[in-house]
């Protein structure tokens, strides 16, 4: 008798678990997991460590969304060249790994709303009275890396140009006053900076000369899913997340805004 018993018991558990799991999500492998993927060397964006961990701004982002979305994240890294590729073909849910949104781009995949900007920005060093462009001016001399678009934006701003190797240079030659600032890309001048030894006596001033928008890449059709995205992001955005997790990997400086 208790062993009929415990055989009724064992077969009613082994119906119910199956619906239990659905009912919390827990095991099943649909809807469980979302994955992102992006290159994995393009530090602070998504790198890989010392411990063989894939880490980063857009890695954080990623973990944010996933957790938020009660699913577990696979970040995957994989070439750049073929990322769009890998996407079409299903081997992960978007690509999160600080894309640019170009016209090309848009005519194979759908776009998230943007997660941060970059684009051309003025460092000057602290100490200097230059707030922003609108201080330069025909006397002002301005660092650049040789046969960068930043050359165009210089011009413009109607200041005296020198041109270096890399922004290595042209931001050491700012620390010496060599040059009265540097015009380079602002995710690469924040890198930049973190890394110098008197990094922090650099700054950014202004707004970006022009904006290029970041967001997270789907497939054209998986529609549903960017909104879940994007519903997501706009939380973050609105409770401060997004701006402490850029703070975290940019020494305190807000990316997630235009």
């Given amino acids: 008798m208790k062993r009929a018993l415990c055989i009724g018991i064992t077969a ?51 973990a944010e969304i996933a957790k938020r979305m009660d699913r577990e994240l696979e970040y995957k890294t994989t070439a750049w060249d073929g990322i769009i590729e890998g996407l079409r073909a299903g081997r992960y849910d978007g690509i999160l790994g600080s894309m640019a949104v170009t016209e090309d781009r848009e005519k194979v995949v759908d776009f998230s709303d943007p997660y941060y900007y970059s684009g051309p920005q003025l460092i000057v060093r602290k100490d200097s009275n230059i707030g922003g462009p609108k201080d330069l001016n025909e006397e002002s001399v301005i660092g650049l890396v040789t046969g960068t678009t930043f050359e165009q934006d210089a011009e413009k701003l109607g200041v005296k140009v020198k041109l270096y190797e890399d922004d290595t240079q ?45 967001a997270i890449a789907f497939n054209d ?16 955005r609105a409770d401060g997340t997004l701006t402490s997790i850029s703070e975290k990997w940019f020494n305190g400086q807000d990316i997630t805004v235009e």
């Fill in 170 to 214: 042209t931001l050491l030659e700012l620390l010496n006053g060599r040059v009265d600032g540097v015009l380079t890309d602002r995710i690469v001048g924040l890198n930049a900076i973190a890394e110098l030894k008197q990094g922090d006596q650099l700054t950014l001033v202004g707004s970006t000369l022009r904006t290029e928008t970041m």
């Fill in 221 to 236: 059709d998986d529609d549903d899913l960017r909104k879940q995205v994007n519903a997501v992001l706009s939380v973050m």
């Fill in 12 to 62: 009613l558990f082994l119906l119910v678990a199956p619906v239990a799991l659905l009912i919390a999500g827990g095991q099943q492998e649909d809807g469980n997991s979302i994955s992102f993927a992006g290159s994995g060397g393009y530090p602070p964006f998504n790198y890989i460590n010392e411990q063989s961990e894939v880490i980063g701004f857009d890695v954080d982002v990623a």
